[in-house]
């Protein structure tokens, strides 16, 4: 997990056991003890969670979208930050580097010219006798 993300699950605990405390007897819930609870420990109905997501994008400025957008959106920023395509994979728990690797770079257009830019800066520094020294085909 990032640090920024320990950390505010840490306050985020912090919260939860100030309510908890408030909550007294009527605080339901150490039968499940999840991190995402209602007000009196209760497990989030999903149609909630989905709503309070919708109005945090746009709190923000962003678009409506899926929730699992986030998930595609993450994958796609470590592509395009230089993460491994191996380590996206094992963080998304792909079995299959292929998979994250289909289902990702297809909307990183910049990688490819990325990629095509280091080619030929290393090929811009070598030298004539290097360049025919290259292995081809």
Known sequence: L???TVNALREHRVRQLTERMGAGTE???NEWDLV???ALGAPLDSSNVVHTYQRELARVGLPRQRFH???HSV???WLAAG???RVVAAMLGHSQVGLTLNVYTHVLPALR???ADRLDSVLGGL???QKREMPTG
């Open 69 to 71: 957008d986030a998930r």
């Open 36 to 38: 995402f609870v209602t």
């Open 27 to 29: 605080w339901i819930g």
């Open 2 to 4: 990032l640090e920024r």
């Open 75 to 77: 994958a796609t920023f």
């Open 127 to 129: 030298s004539t006798e």
């Open 113 to 115: 010219r990325d990629a």
């Open 83 to 85: 993460v491994p395509a």
